[in-house]
Structure formats: structure tokens, C-alpha cells
């Protein structure tokens, strides 16, 4: 009986998914540079990336970060299919071995047919985990999502025909909602990766509405992770399909250009983000009464508010937050909305505290921290841990310290 070479199953995993698309490693060093590319990584030359390819299958290096990512978006694969496990820093060769063909060793997901039972039990799966995530944040919803996500890509890399479609209208709904997953829990370049994907199949399918959405959300991700000027880019390219848009949708693209305005040192981004904000709250309004459905039910009055009042702390128009988050306030209703109700809050009270209001910004806080206690998201944490830093200046106040101690036992892993 011959010997079987021992190899780490993420090993047998980069080389059973490369064969099973039939790349050959030229190829798979082709798509790994494309996927560089959408992330802003500067890769090896080819002939270099390549030999690493062969050491990689070979089990004699061990793939270090970025290049995880890049395999999972070249492959179309969540990172924990390929290297289930292991960390993106780096992994164990020794921990896990198998004693197979690695020809015959792909343990990642199959692709489905994309079947109409399919697609309706995966459309029924992103709608309650989309209400998941509203209610309890991105952390107890991304691993589940991961595994639908693997289905999905794969399933559209081997459908062709009149099935392609509304297989595509799906995917690009599901995929960048996973980037929005990625997005709340603090991993941009992941979030950006998977929503890159997303107006990939919007682009296919020239759906307008999903194009300027999910450029929309670009645009988001963008101002989050520090690059306004390219925010205020995107928004407006979004905003170039406003006449085939509902009014939700509008809502959501004004709002989001009044962030990028907000965070831009644009010389006009004073008035540039008014006019977006007045703009922004008409359309939400129009949006009450509006019975076609869209990707933005989540755009109310109440939400447009509490978002244009975060954008006007940042602006230094604290007294102004203060007003429009308080109307917010006011008018949440959905509970269903724990995480955007409980950043509601905690963004008030964070205008509070810059406007020297320690006591009414610890009871505002009490508020965020009661909603928020069932809800797991990165970007809830940040704000709650920025109010903390505004009400450093107070701690000396009893009430003020029991605050502050309480936000940190509500973020160990950060304070």
C-alpha cells in the first residue's frame, strides 16, 4: 500500500477548492491578485505568488494574513470554510492532519442547484436574520450566516440560464448584508470585500436600485473607517439612479451624503450636509406612506434623526444633536430596533457630555445601557466607549464614575 502524504487540511482545502473550479495555479494566482486589488493589498510578483501557491498546497508554508482573505474572496468562500480553525495570522501545520487523497479531500461547500425551494427557504433565512441582527447585533448572527453564504457563492458560480437571475437578485441582497455583518462588527476590510461582491451581482443584473444601494453602503463603510472624500465619491455615484429609487431609498442616500459631508473637509460640507439632511428627512417622510417594498425599511424619521444628530456632533453643533436626537428619542417605537434604539440613546448622551451636561448625559446613558444589554455589535461598543471618554472629565462625580464603571463592564474587551 502506497503512503499517503500528510497534509493540514487548510492545505488540502486551498488545493481541493482550486481543482474543483478547474484552476489551474496560474489562474487561482490571477484571482488572487484580482482580489488584492479590490482590497488595496500590494501582492508578490506572479511568478513568486505562484511558487508560494506550491508551497501553500504542498504544506510547506502556512498562508499569512492578508492572503486568508484573499483566498476567500477569490474563491468566493467565507474564511472559516478554507481555514476553519486557524486565525488569519497565521496557523498550526501540526494541529489537524488528515490521512487522505487531497484530490478527494474538499470539505468546503458543495454548490446547490438553485432550485425555487432553494431560494425561498434562503430569502426566509435573510429575512430572520436580518431581524436577528436588528435586535440583537452582528455577533450571534455572522457565524450562522457564514455557512448560507457558502451556498450561495457557490451555487451561482455553476448556474447559468434563466435560473441565474433570481438567484442573483438574492445573492447580491444576501452578500451585502453579510458585509453590513462584518461592518458592525468592526472588520472593514472584510465588510468591504463581501459588499464588493454584492455590486458585482447587482452589476450583472443592471438592477438600479440594487447598484445605488449597495454603492450607498460603499459609501458607509468608507466614512467609518476613515475616508471621507471617497465617501462623498461613492454617495454621489449613488445618487446618480435617484429618479429610479423609492423614497426610502432616496432617505437612505441623502442621509448617508450628509455623513460624508459631515466627516469631509470639504470647504462646503456645512452647507452641502444641510441640503442633504432637509433632503434626507423629506424623502423619509414620503417614505411613511410608501407601499413598494425596497432594501430600506429601516430608513424612518426616527432613524434619518438620530443619524443626522451623530453627523452634527461631529460637526460641533452639539445644541443642534441634542434637539434632533431627543425628536429620535421620542418617536422610537420598534423595539424590534434594539441596536439603532440603544445607539439613539447613546449618542445623545454623548451630545450631552460635549455640551457639559455630565449628570443628564449619565441618564440618558442608563437608557443605552438598558437596551443595549442583550445587543453585541462593534459599533455600539465605540459609542458607548466615546461617551466613557467625554465623561472622563467627571469622573471625580459619583454618578458619573457609576456610569463610566458601567460601560466598562459592558465593553471588557475594549475599556
Known sequence: MPVVKKLPIWAERIKGERRRLGWSQNELAKRLTEAADQLGVRMAERAS??????????????????????????????????????????????QEIVEREPENSHLAQEAIPATRSLLVSLDTLLRGHIQTDAMLGS???LPSAEHYISVLTQTCRVTHGSDRKPLLEL????????????????????????????LDYAMELNDARAISYILMRKSNIASESGDPGHALG???AALAYSSD??????????????????MSDDTGRFIGFQRASDEAMSEAVSGISQIEDDLATYCTPAYVEMELGASLVSLGQSHDAIQLLEKSRSRWADEAQARDNALCFARL??????????LRSCMVAQDALQVARS????????????????????SSEAEVHRVISLIKERT???S
Do not use: C
Open 49 to 94: 505568488l505562484i511558487r508560494n501557491i506550491k508551497n501553500w498546497e504542498a504544506g510547506v508554508h502556512q498562508p499569512r494574513d492578508p492572503y486568508p482573505q484573499l483566498f476567500a474572496l477569490a474563491l468566493g468562500m467565507p474564511e472559516s470554510d478554507l481555514f476553519g480553525g486557524y486565525s488569519s495570522a497565521g496557523f498550526d501545520p501540526n
Open 349 to 358: 448622551a454623548t451630545a450631552y457630555a460635549v455640551m457639559g451636561e455630565p
Open 139 to 141: 455577533a450571534l448572527v
Open 234 to 236: 461613492l454617495i454621489n
Open 171 to 198: 445573492a447580491s441582497q444576501f452578500v451585502e448584508f453579510f458585509g453590513w455583518l462584518y461592518q458592525d462588527s468592526g472588520d472593514y476590510v472584510k465588510s468591504i470585500a463581501w459588499t464588493n461582491m454584492a
Open 245 to 262: 429609487l423609492t423614497p426610502r431609498l432616496r432617505a437612505a442616500l441623502f442621509r448617508q451624503r450628509a455623513n460624508a459631508y459631515a
Open 375 to 394: 445587543v453585541r455589535s462593534a459599533r455600539l461598543t465605540q459609542e458607548l466607549l466615546r461617551l466613557a471618554r467625554h465623561l472622563n472629565g467627571w
Open 412 to 414: 471588557p474587551s475594549r
